[in-house]
């Protein structure tokens, strides 16, 4: 073997040794992010499950919290005198923007985040509609009940009166979901 010989293959091994060991480190660095992707994948198939499952304790949830805290506006007389003065068109806006809130929130509850995912999207739209159909359900009952509905009401009146109360009652629903849980 010639002199310089035995030098130069050992330079040629450390710069393989080098290549080598950066590209570990490459791969090392693709398969930690690779992790995290998987982490954030898992987590967010998590709160999917959470919130597309609406059970009997969901249930039950939305119609304690519709009737402990929509249960005041039924028996509070200012409540009522308060409504009577009040434009239908004005009770569907508060309305609206009441219901625009409970998906926020909630969407923010789930996910603790407000970054768009179309599939917790849907999910999540599932399950504040069967809030709301429940929380209605409840209302129209109530409503009922304690004679606030009677077939002399005009349709405006009663729209008026059953979104009111449903305003109350599903943000009584969704803070004892959030009391609960």
Do not use: C
């Not at 040794?17 to 998590?46: A, F, H, T, V």
């Not at 909630?106 to 399950?127: G, M, N």
């Not at 109530?142 to 009663?158: E, I, N, Q």
Request: charged letters at 20%; glycine letters at 6%; proline letters at 1%.
């Amino acid at each position: 073997m010639e002199p310089g010989g035995l030098e130069k293959e050992v330079r040629e091994i450390k710069e393989l040794q080098k290549e080598i060991l950066l590209r570990l480190d490459r791969q090392s660095k693709g398969e930690q992010r690779l992790e995290g992707y998987e982490r954030r994948i898992i987590r967010d198939l998590e709160h999917t499950n959470d919130v597309s499952h609406f059970s009997l304790a969901d249930l039950g949830q939305a119609v304690v919290g519709a009737v402990v805290f929509g249960g005041p506006a039924f028996f509070s007389r200012d409540f009522w005198i308060f409504l009577s003065g009040v434009a239908a068109e004005s009770v569907l806006f508060l309305h609206l923007i009441v219901v625009l809130a409970v998906v926020v929130t909630l969407y923010h509850a789930y996910r603790k985040t407000l970054s768009y995912d179309a599939h917790f999207t849907k999910a999540l739209v599932k399950r504040v509609f069967y809030v709301y159909l429940t929380v209605f359900a409840v209302v129209v009952t109530l409503l009922a009940l304690f004679g606030k509905l009677s077939a002399a009401m005009t349709t405006a009146d009663v729209m008026t009166d059953v979104l009111a109360v449903q305003t109350v009652a599903l943000v009584g629903a969704v803070t004892f979901d959030f009391l609960v849980d």
